[in-house]
C-alpha cells in the first residue's frame, strides 16, 4: 500500500535527477558523470529496497469488533 509520502518522493527525484544530470554535464562537458550519478542511484534504491523488512504479523486494533 503506498502512501502519499511515497507518491511525493517518486516526483522528487522525477523532477530533480534531470537538474543534477545536466549539472554535471553542463560543468563536465560529458556524460560520463551523469550516468555514474544514474548507476549511483539505482544502487542506493538496491540497498533500500532490500533493506525493507517484511511483516508478516499485522495487529488489529483492540477497539474494533470484527464482523463474522
Not at 18 to 31: H, K
Request: glycine share 8%; net charge neutral.
Amino acid at each position: 500500500m503506498a502512501t502519499n509520502s511515497n507518491y511525493m518522493g517518486a516526483q522528487a527525484a522525477g523532477f530533480i535527477s534531470p537538474l543534477v544530470m545536466g549539472f554535471i554535464i553542463t560543468f563536465t562537458g560529458s556524460y560520463n558523470g551523469a550516468f555514474w550519478f544514474l548507476i549511483a542511484c539505482s544502487a542506493i534504491s538496491i540497498i533500500a529496497a532490500l533493506s525493507i523488512k517484511k511483516n508478516n504479523h499485522m495487529e488489529q486494533p483492540k477497539d474494533v469488533d470484527l464482523l463474522a
